[in-house]
């Protein structure tokens, strides 16, 4: 069972900077399309990033459009998200989801209805002065 684990998180003070990574041992995860998730307290899960297994197709939610990167190395087998110009509003617990794709430019920032079956523990992110 692939196990996406999460990295990175913290307090940070708004407008700073955090870079999260997602890794898992045992699994490859090249062949993955891989999504990062956030929830906020009394929030629904949403969207944030997705990056497809061949690296070439990346996806944003509109909230975060210009301040975060997604980014993936296979040779390390990490997918990492670069967090800028971090608001209140971005506090969370974020969550990176694996989903096999044969299609190498296709991800998805849905996280039900049949993608990412893998999902890993999360890690807070919180910011405040």
């Known amino acids: 069972q692939l196990q996406p684990v999460e990295s990175g998180g913290g307090l940070v003070q708004p407008g700073g900077s955090l870079r999260l990574s997602c890794a898992t041992s045992?699994?490859?995860?090249?062949?993955?399309?891989i999504g990062w998730f956030r929830q906020a307290p009394g929030k629904e899960r949403e969207g944030v990033s997705c990056?497809?297994?061949?690296?070439?197709?990346?996806v944003y939610a509109d909230s975060v459009k210009g301040r975060f990167t997604i980014s993936r190395d296979n040779a390390e087998n990490t997918v990492s998200l670069q967090m800028k110009g971090l608001k209140p509003d971005d506090t969370a617990v974020y969550y990176c989801?694996?989903?096999?794709?044969?299609?190498?430019?296709?991800?998805?920032?849905?996280?039900?209805?049949?993608?990412?079956?893998?999902w890993g523990q999360g890690t807070q992110v919180t910011v405040s002065s």
């Open positions: 045992g699994f490859n995860l090249r062949y993955y399309a």
């Open positions: 989801a694996a989903e096999w794709s044969p299609h190498p430019d296709f991800c998805t920032l849905v996280g039900d209805k049949g993608h990412y079956p893998y």
């Open positions: 990056i497809s297994s061949g690296g070439s197709t990346t």
